[in-house]
């Protein structure tokens, strides 16, 4: 979600998690760079839409996934 991959970190993060079989989701509403990748990928997704309407329906259906965690789980606030 919202690079071009016009630079070379992004493009690396994408081989690196298609090589290694991390799961790899694209939202855009088109074409970029990175759709082959996640299209063709055995845990790709390209989920065609823009952030606003992919993001809260992605969220979705991770809360649906883990019930036993809340939201606030998810935080990256640290626990004292």
């Known amino acids: 979600i919202g690079t071009s991959g016009a630079t070379t970190l992004p493009s690396l993060l994408v081989q690196t998690a298609?090589?290694?079989g991390i799961p790899l989701l694209v939202v855009d509403?088109?074409?970029n760079v990175f759709t082959d990748a996640a299209e063709s990928a055995p845990h790709?997704?390209?989920a065609r839409g823009t952030a606003v309407e992919m993001v809260p329906r992605v969220?979705?259906?991770v809360n649906a996934a883990?019930?036993?965690k809340s939201p606030s789980a998810l935080?990256?606030?640290p626990k004292t």
């Open 29 to 31: 509403p088109g074409d």
């Open 18 to 20: 298609v090589q290694r």
């Open 44 to 46: 790709g997704l390209h």
């Open 66 to 68: 883990i019930p036993t």
């Open 59 to 61: 969220a979705a259906a």
């Open 75 to 77: 935080s990256s606030t």
